[in-house]
């Protein structure tokens, strides 16, 4: 019932043309402009996986009893694809984004898309949209995988049918200023996750539950916003998207344990590329309190945000309810920038891909 279906390819009749492609990747900004196609696979109880076609992209037609829009059983991914200096197209890790997809399906009770047509439905995309791909410096194209109840129902179980689709945006960085170190807002009125909730999982109503918060850090003048735990509202967990590193005086890193969190690639890869690289990595609580001492102190010499569509963010200054404070001096930490630049360098194809981790797209 679950055999990997073949691709029915359909090219769009109306793909943008190329003079007006080229205007547009000059100054994509960020998700705001999609390319020519899109890639949907239907799932449903007695067919499995089916239908899997490379098409125009094009509005959906839904039921409005379709599930998703009642019970909220939907999630996504995000990912992208990068032109090199030598004018390929990779992938950075594909196989941990199908594997966290098929985890998130788990938790929302939804099919697990098997890991083969993942990655062949992101590569029949980029294949089809491969003029899309920016060459821009800081530029790449975001893709984002979904997948959502489709079944017209109104009852509260997992639905019968699903969708799952696959768009592309190219887009250029995600904060203006490119590596200029962003301020964060501490919120302590309102929490991400709790233990045994959706947490880790990539699912839509995390972020919507989010909303909120962030436009209370935007009202503080703040970039983004930091989450503390639900039970206690004192130990630090992350920021709306991302996860969240300290670096310390000794040299030595801390970032919240995983648990109520996203897993984040970019998070293991910084992780595994500062281990190799010598640096002492410790996955343990850290809480607000002590993340304020520890900026007074100086024990704390830089902090930074990391996930897929910011890559590697500084972290300058933190506002709260009681006040503010900086970290470092404000400015950009050595530590942050090299594993940036490590990171960055090794997804455009400057620096040997030491891990094979770049999957590359014939």
């Known amino acids: 019932?679950?055999?990997?279906?073949?691709?029915?390819?359909?090219?769009?009749?109306?793909?943008?043309?190329?003079?007006?492609?080229?205007?547009?990747?000059?100054?994509?900004?960020?998700?705001?402009?999609?390319?020519?196609?899109?890639?949907?696979?239907?799932?449903?109880?007695?067919?499995?996986?089916?239908?899997?076609?490379?098409?125009?992209?094009?509005?959906?037609?839904?039921?409005?009893?379709?599930?998703?829009?009642?019970?909220?059983?939907?999630?996504?991914?995000?990912?992208?694809?990068?032109?090199?200096?030598?004018?390929?197209?990779?992938?950075?890790?594909?196989?941990?984004?199908?594997?966290?997809?098929?985890?998130?399906?788990?938790?929302?009770?939804?099919?697990?898309?098997?890991?083969?047509?993942?990655?062949?439905?992101?590569?029949?995309?980029?294949?089809?949209?491969?003029?899309?791909v920016p060459s821009g410096d800081g530029s790449s194209l975001y893709i984002r995988p979904f997948m959502f109840a489709s079944e017209a129902f109104l009852g509260v179980r997992p639905a019968h049918s699903y969708i799952y689709c696959v768009i592309a945006s190219p887009v250029g960085a995600y904060f203006k200023g490119g590596e200029k170190p962003i301020s964060v807002w501490i919120s302590d009125a309102f929490s991400r996750a709790a233990h045994g909730g959706t947490g880790a999982a990539k699912c839509g109503g995390n972020y919507a539950g989010s909303l909120l918060a962030q436009a209370e850090a935007a009202q503080h003048g703040c970039d983004q916003v930091v989450f503390l735990d639900a039970a206690e509202h004192r130990w630090v967990e992350e920021l709306g998207g991302m996860n969240i590193f300290f670096v310390m005086d000794d040299g030595s890193i801390v970032t919240p344990p995983l648990g109520t969190i996203l897993p984040g690639i970019t998070r293991a890869s910084l992780i595994r590329i500062a281990r190799d690289s010598g640096i002492t990595v410790e996955e343990k609580a850290y809480s607000f309190d002590q993340w304020q001492q520890d900026a007074a102190s100086g024990r704390l010499k830089e902090a930074f945000a990391c996930g897929t569509a910011a890559v590697v963010a500084p972290i300058g200054s933190v506002r709260h309810a009681g006040g503010e404070f900086s970290i470092g001096g404000g400015g950009v930490g050595t530590v942050t920038h090299d594993l940036r630049q490590r990171l960055v360098g090794m997804q455009r194809g400057s620096r040997e891909d030491v891990y094979g981790w770049l999957h590359s797209i014939s």
């Open 1 to 132: 019932m679950d055999n990997k279906p073949e691709f029915r390819v359909v090219p769009s009749p109306n793909s943008v043309p190329g003079a007006e492609r080229a205007r547009i990747l000059e100054n994509p900004g960020f998700g705001k402009v999609f390319t020519d196609h899109m890639v949907t696979v239907s799932w449903d109880l007695d067919k499995g996986w089916h239908d899997a076609s490379v098409r125009q992209r094009a509005p959906f037609q839904l039921d409005p009893a379709s599930a998703v829009l009642h019970y909220a059983q939907e999630i996504f991914e995000g990912m992208k694809a990068y032109r090199t200096g030598h004018g390929t197209i990779t992938l950075f890790r594909p196989e941990e984004n199908a594997r966290r997809f098929q985890a998130s399906a788990k938790r929302m009770a939804m099919p697990e898309i098997p890991e083969e047509l993942f990655l062949e439905s992101i590569e029949q995309l980029v294949r089809i949209d491969r003029d899309w």
